[in-house]
């Protein structure tokens, strides 16, 4: 009976983790901040304990977790960013553990980086911070907004928890929940005769100047809208900037192909309008993305519902 019971306390005693949830959380930390003495002042630490702890870290898994840019501070090697994206989704569920002597209605806690494209984000991520503030204040909500292609590598790279984004192009390493249709619209200044359409169709658009919204994803996309039908657009003005579009459109040198086009009115500067594109098959989504290989916390449900509710309250399209 007393050798069963201390093989029963051996078996529990090996399967207890090497690494602690302090040391996951010094080295998230450090991976956000690209920095050793950002992370302490973050985390109110001590600069030595952060080193020792990813010294410790590095040891025991026999592998480097940063390199040294001078330009940039620590990096993440290909195996910190793996250990990256585990280490962020163990937080989160620590942290859900940490919420379960709470009664209904439940009330998030904890923190979560969330990613955002940059068209929409100026417009959007006001909202869902409003909807957090008012549901759940004990979320920490972190927001960064990039391109589509650079939220995909920060997502794998743990960099994010979620990340918005259309549906265009998503690896199978992605779950993703729809929150809005978003299909391509059609932006012309408000004097051209076409704004008067009901819809507009590529052909009508082959022989007008395109302002062409230059992101690598984004113009690969719309481009292949006129290849698919063997037709070219006039490229007139190129731009990673989509108040550039929206500015140069609005002052008549184009049209554009847009998925998000918010009301624009700038003194001196004309107006928008647009229109659904006739020949769309199938209307883009926006979505909210997460790695497959990590199971959601409760905390990622419920700021799915906040984010979606944001989302709605968003006005799409200029007329």
């Not at 690494?19 to 600069?47: D, G």
């Not at 008012?134 to 909500?141: G, M, R, S, V, Y």
């Not at 990590?294 to 006005?315: G, M, T």
Request: with cysteine; hydrophobic share 45%.
């Amino acid at each position: 009976m007393t050798s069963n019971r201390n093989q029963d306390r051996l078996e529990v005693g090996e399967t207890v983790p090497k690494l602690s949830l302090r040391q996951l959380t010094y080295f998230l930390a450090t991976a956000n901040h690209e920095s050793v003495l950002r992370a302490s002042e973050t985390l109110n630490v001590s600069s030595a304990s952060i080193s020792t702890a990813i010294a410790q870290m590095e040891e025991f898994l026999q592998v480097q977790l940063f390199v040294r840019r001078h330009a940039r501070g620590l990096v993440l090697t290909s195996a910190g960013q793996d250990l990256a994206a585990h280490a962020r989704n163990i937080l989160l569920h620590a942290r859900e553990i940490e919420s379960v002597a709470q009664r209904d209605p439940y009330k998030a806690i904890g923190r979560i980086n969330i990613g955002c494209l940059s068209t929409i984000a100026p417009y959007l991520i006001p909202l869902v911070l409003k909807e957090v503030a008012e549901k759940h204040p004990a979320i920490q909500l972190r927001w960064r907004e990039d391109k589509h292609e650079a939220l995909l590598d920060a997502l794998h790279g743990g960099g994010f928890d979620l990340i918005i984004v259309y549906d265009y192009d998503i690896p199978t390493t992605l779950h993703v929940a729809p929150l809005r249709s978003m299909p391509v619209q059609v932006v012309l200044p408000a004097s051209h005769p076409l704004a008067h359409s009901q819809t507009c169709s590529l052909k009508d658009l082959v022989g007008e100047p395109m302002v062409l919204l230059d992101h690598p994803r984004t113009r690969d996309y719309f481009l292949s809208l006129f290849g698919s039908r063997g037709l070219s657009p006039m490229v007139a003005h190129r731009t990673e900037s989509f108040e550039m579009v929206r500015s140069l459109v609005a002052n008549g040198f184009g049209y554009a192909l847009l998925n998000f086009v918010p009301p624009y009115d700038v003194e001196g500067h004309g107006k928008l309008v647009s229109r659904p594109l006739a020949e769309l098959e199938r209307p883009q989504n926006l979505v909210l993305g997460r790695l497959y290989r990590f199971r959601a916390p409760r905390l990622v449900d419920e700021l799915f519902k906040l984010i979606s509710a944001a989302v709605q309250k968003l006005q799409v399209s200029a007329d």
